[in-house]
């Protein structure tokens, strides 16, 4: 089985603070995502990734940045937390052209 | 602007009945649908997919309908279960591209 594992369940963390999340797949997978869910709002893709050292802008990158130093790990990175950051953030893995597997999320809140 | 609309934020059914769960969208290059499922405080989960070659594609009580003409698809599942309570998103893949666009969801709640 597929397996994505994100560091941190819960998060609480003061404005301004920068922020890691921390994602890693055991299946070698080349395709790896970030996305936010919010209420009303559905999954929106912040970042993804489809090589080491390879990054590509989603719908809102905005105030985000990302790392891929190996194929099995991305990470996920708030510059200077904002308390509009406060989400639930998804992990995702997949081949190129397979459905995605997805981590178990992080509930970030930024006071 | 929300390529993938799911229009209906909650549906209730009654265990044993059939749940129908839409999906619409607007991009025509859109080639690669999937359905996920989400419980609470858990990360999405594959559900059933269906390429735009097919209009039907079936995995025991989950059915996926695809209308490329209407750009619309949906999920029936017969019989629903209570178990089957929980957000329900659709996703759309172009053919070119890595990246899926998803819908807002739709909360099923299956009643016993």
């Known amino acids: 089985d597929v397996k994505v594992t994100q560091s941190s369940r819960y998060l609480v963390k003061r404005t301004g603070e920068k922020v890691f999340l921390e994602c890693v797949q055991d299946?070698?997978?080349?395709?790896m995502f970030w996305y936010r869910q919010d209420p009303g709002l559905g999954l929106r893709l912040i970042y993804f990734?489809?090589?080491?050292?390879?990054?590509e802008k989603g719908d809102i990158p905005e105030g985000y940045s990302v790392s891929r130093e190996k194929k099995e790990r991305f990470s996920l990175i708030l510059e200077s937390a904002s308390t509009n950051q406060t989400s639930m953030y998804l992990c995702?893995?997949?081949?190129?052209?397979?459905?995605?597997?997805f981590g178990p999320g992080t509930r970030l809140t930024v006071l | 602007d929300q390529q993938v609309k799911q229009n209906s934020p909650s549906l209730s059914v009654q265990e044993g009945r059939i749940s129908i769960l839409n999906c619409d969208y607007t991009n025509s290059m859109f080639d690669y649908f999937l359905w996920y499922k989400k419980y609470p405080a858990e990360g999405p989960t594959f559900l059933i997919s269906?390429?735009?070659?097919?209009d039907k594609n079936e995995d025991g009580r989950f059915t996926v309908f695809l209308n490329k003409s209407a750009k619309h698809l949906s999920l029936h599942i017969v019989p629903s279960q209570p178990g089957d309570s929980a957000v329900y998103f659709c996703?759309?893949?172009?053919?070119?591209?890595?990246?899926?666009?998803f819908g807002t969801g739709t909360s099923l709640t299956v009643i016993p």
């Open positions: 995702a893995s997949s081949l190129i052209t397979n459905e995605q597997f």
């Open positions: 299946m070698d997978h080349e395709n």
């Open positions: 996703a759309a893949r172009p053919n070119t591209g890595n990246q899926f666009y």
């Open positions: 269906i390429s735009s070659i097919k």
């Open positions: 990734s489809y090589d080491v050292k390879m990054k």
